[in-house]
């Protein structure tokens, strides 16, 4: 046999020897890119920053995020499903983009069983009901009057449909007959920003953008939707005490990774996140914008798939229940 052969021979009995986890280690040689599905400074964006940067550290890489906005975080959703599976990129996906839009619309393109794998969730997010500063009222019941009894339409500003501020003020609509006139933005960090200038009457959105301008008295908020109020807000009533105990509705936020992607890579992912939800300060941060961080046991890939096809079934029946005007 020729010497080439020998070699070649030599090189194949390596390779065929050669443990998997040298493979493994491989992971990750080059920059990893998380999709955000909303504009930049909304709480998915923000806790995606926050969360990724501990996991850049873990991972010995660095963490790109790419915020692609459109269809209430739907586009988003497809490029990733569409994405290279080798663990490259990803997706902070969350309750609208990975429950409600796919309750909401039956062609939304994509199936989180079928298109993607779990990597683990992140964050629980209160929704908080939100309106602006010189609206006039000082209460949820005031507010609710005014909302019904105006000579014409107030404006509600979401994320598009099927995210969590369109899911959940969809709910909250329904529940008191409202019928507003619906303005869309790429994310709720710009809807934050009308609803400050005035522009914008109502929205329901997530604590961690809501609770830096509510406590700057930027905005008022009339009701949290959580069974209990947040530590961080605590002059701000649950909806039950304010007398709207049926609007009960929370969000999250959770990584997942195109189907295919390698287990073992999934592994690696879902052991970065963990580090980064017992992190001190990356707690910290999370805790102090009113997030609420799984335990363990919440945290696996297969505890992600159970919450997305429990939300998809329970908003099921909210989003078909309501003509969805779209105005
Ligand atoms: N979470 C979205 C954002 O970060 C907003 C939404 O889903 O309503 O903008």
């Known amino acids: 046999m020729q010497p080439a052969g020998i070699a070649a021979l030599g090189l194949l009995g390596l390779a065929l020897t050669t443990p998997p986890s040298l493979g493994q280690s491989a992971y990750p040689s080059r920059p990893i890119t998380v999709i955000v599905p909303f504009a930049a400074g909304g709480p998915t964006d923000i806790v995606a920053r926050i969360v990724t940067g501990h996991m850049a550290a873990t991972l010995g890489q660095q963490i790109i995020i790419e915020n692609v906005v459109g269809s209430g975080g739907t586009t988003a959703a497809i490029r990733a499903m569409r994405s290279t599976p080798d663990g490259y990129t990803i997706m902070m996906g969350h309750m609208g983009t990975h429950g409600a839009a796919v309750a909401l619309n039956p062609t939304v393109g994509y199936s989180p069983s079928h298109d993607f794998e779990p990597i683990g969730m992140a964050v629980g997010m209160p929704v ?123 969000a999250w936020n959770a990584l997942f990774a195109p189907k295919r992607t390698p287990p073992t890579i999934i592994t690696q992912l879902n052991d970065a996140l963990g580090q980064a939800l017992d992190d001190p300060l990356t707690r910290k941060q999370l805790l102090e914008l009113g997030s609420e961080i799984p335990g363990t046991d919440g945290r696996t890939p297969g505890a992600l798939t159970n919450l997305v096809n429990s939300e998809i079934v329970k908003w099921m029946p909210v989003t078909h229940s309501v003509t969805v005007t779209g105005r």
């Open 128 to 250: 908080l009901i939100l309106v602006r500063k010189k609206l006039p009222a000082e209460n949820l019941t005031e507010f609710i009057a005014y909302l019904r009894d105006h000579a014409f339409p107030l404006t509600m500003a979401h994320a598009g449909l099927g995210s969590v501020s369109f899911a959940t003020c969809l709910l909250f609509n329904s529940i008191i007959d409202a019928h507003p006139a619906m303005v869309a933005f790429q994310g709720t960090g710009p809807a934050m920003q009308a609803l400050i200038a005035g522009r914008i009457d109502y929205m329901c959105d997530q604590i961690v953008s809501a609770a830096p301008q509510i406590g700057a008295g930027m905005i008022k908020s009339f009701a949290i939707a959580s069974p209990q109020r947040s530590p961080i807000l605590p002059d701000v009533p649950t909806a039950a005490e304010a007398g709207l105990e049926a609007f009960q509705v929370s």
